[in-house]
């Protein structure tokens, strides 16, 4: 089975330090990594793909299949990034329903 | 304006008593999920569905039950037999696999919040 940890439920910074938010897996095969964005009073929604490899405001996270690890990262935290960050997987076969993590809050203070 | 709505949005229900939350969705979407949030624990899926009439078992399916008749709809019931079923439920979506716009993200409504009394 798969299994998505996330070992810091919060995690409080101030504005313009660098964030890293850790995300590690277990899991045999070859996952997709997500990492989903839930602001304050809004719907959960994703925030970005492993398989994109793109930048979203500001955010980057890099698949590490050694570490097993996709751990999102942001070299200048903004006020505004505040939020509840889950990281998720996708099995590459079998269930193709998302796996979640625990969650992480983040708190950037001014 | 297409998306996914979940109702009600809250919902106190007495020990022993069923409840039914809505999930509707105008995305045209295959695949529907209903996830439970816990402080703490994250989205646990509860049931997932890829097409009409059909339904898998999530994670922790025990006390809840659910169906999909049609398309655009998936209900999920929350039985007396659900031992803990205070909790912040999620409804997603999203297109099914092998599809062109399958980028595996999913689509979520605003939640329903469920309280036993």
């Known amino acids: 089975a798969q299994r998505v940890t996330q070992p810091e439920k919060l995690l409080s910074v101030f504005k313009g330090a660098p964030v890293e938010l850790k995300c590690n897996y277990s899991y045999s095969g070859s996952p997709e990594l997500f990492w989903y964005v839930q602001y304050s009073r809004q719907r959960l929604q994703l925030l970005l793909r492993h398989i994109s490899r793109e930048s979203i405001k500001g955010f980057t996270a890099d698949l590490n299949k050694g570490e097993t690890s996709f751990h999102l990262k942001k070299p200048f935290a903004q006020e505004e990034d505040s939020a509840m960050y889950y990281c998720a997987l996708r099995r590459d076969t079998g269930r193709r329903a998302l796996t979640f993590g625990s969650g992480t809050r983040l708190q950037v203070q001014p | 304006d297409g998306g996914i709505t979940q109702s009600p949005k809250y919902l106190f229900r007495k020990e022993g008593q069923n409840v039914t939350l809505s999930c509707e969705q105008n995305l045209n979407h295959d695949a529907m999920y209903w996830y439970r949030q816990d402080p703490g624990q994250g989205l646990r899926l509860i049931y997932y569905?890829?097409?009409?009439?059909?339904?898998q078992k999530g994670d922790i399916a025990e006390g809840y039950s659910v169906s999909r008749e049609k398309k655009e709809s998936f209900p999920l019931t929350v039985t007396s037999a659900q031992k803990n079923p205070t909790a912040f439920y999620l409804c997603?979506?999203?297109?099914?696999?092998?599809?062109?716009?399958?980028?595996?993200?999913?689509?979520f409504g605003e939640g329903s919040r469920l309280t036993v009394l």
């Open positions: 569905s890829q097409i009409v009439n059909d339904f």
């Open positions: 997603a979506s999203t297109p099914l696999l092998g599809q062109e716009v399958n980028t595996g993200e999913l689509f």
